[in-house]
């Protein structure tokens, strides 16, 4: 009887012991390890044009999501929208625009934003269906341009680094205006009427006798700058494509983990190879 009663009062022993482990364990999961587990992903949502942007961040967007980001793409097919929005907080950044547009929308519209970082330049093209070189453009013909002032200067800048025109000697090139045009001696009539998403549809239109277009419209609307161009903006171009945030939201571990993404390796391969050279990733 007593050998007995040793014996269960050590196997009762035994099971208490044993589920006090236990419940030690659990306590200590619940206190570490499951804070990892219903920790929530932090969401961004970033503004962008349709081509290449929007593709380049859905490539980005599983990436991210091991991050703890679930990223929100919302696409724009102007250049407006997408900084209206960012100022009312409908989105957490931007990416479709260059340095010196940026530049402008803060100097005319009073925007409190900061560039976060530089991802890809998108050469600007001159199209033409009528004429195979730049060579070929006639006496007097008309090269239409974005009514976008602030696309002219890269737009003058890029004819005269082609021969076509001469732009006055001292000015600042990037906010160059017709005006600024010292010397034509083709005598080029220059049209700046056309709204830069329009301008393909000029160009499938047949319009004037060359068009400059910019990358992201001319890729969104089926054509290829490398083959399709008649000439086609260095790749050493200043217009570098940025994501834009609002003033102090530049360190946020989002946005900073937004830029690392998008100028990794991996996306840098991507852009080369989806684009063929059309769009230049900057590192």
């Not at 991050?67 to 009312?88: A, F, H, R, W």
């Not at 006798?209 to 008649?230: K, M, Q, R, T």
């Not at 991996?266 to 050279?277: A, M, P, S, T, V």
């Amino acid at each position: 009887m007593k050998k007995l009663l040793a014996g269960l009062f050590l196997s009762i022993l035994v099971l208490a012991l044993v589920a006090c482990g236990t419940d030690k364990k659990e306590d200590e999961k619940s206190a570490s390890g499951d804070q990892t587990d219903n920790k929530e992903n932090v969401t961004l949502k970033v503004g962008a044009s349709n081509t290449p942007h929007a593709v380049i961040l859905e490539k980005a967007k599983p990436i991210l999501a091991k991050e703890g980001i679930d990223l929100e793409i919302e696409t724009y097919t102007d250049y407006v929208l997408p900084n209206q929005d960012l100022e009312s907080k409908d989105i957490d950044a931007n990416y479709f625009q260059h340095i010196p547009y940026l530049e402008l929308q803060i100097k005319d519209n009073g925007y409190d934003f900061v560039n976060a970082g530089g991802v890809h330049i998108e050469p600007i093209g001159i199209y033409s269906k009528k004429y195979k070189t730049l060579e070929d453009l006639p006496e007097g013909a008309t090269i239409l341009l974005s009514n976008s002032v602030s696309d002219h200067g890269r737009m003058l800048s890029l004819l005269e680094a082609k021969g076509l025109i001469k732009l006055k000697e001292g000015i600042d090139k990037t906010a160059a205006e017709l005006k600024d045009i010292e010397e034509n001696p083709k005598n080029f009539k220059f049209d700046a009427n056309t709204a830069p998403e329009m301008l393909v549809q000029m160009y499938e239109n047949d319009e004037g006798d060359a068009v400059l277009i910019n990358s992201n419209f001319a890729i969104d609307n089926g054509l290829n700058p490398i083959e399709d161009a008649i000439s086609l903006e260095d790749k050493e171009s200043p217009y570098v494509n940025i994501i834009a945030v609002r003033a102090g939201d530049e360190s946020k571990p989002e946005n900073k983990k937004l830029l690392e993404v998008l100028t990794s390796k991996e996306i840098q391969d991507f852009i080369l190879e989806e684009w063929k050279g059309a769009v230049v990733p900057v590192k």
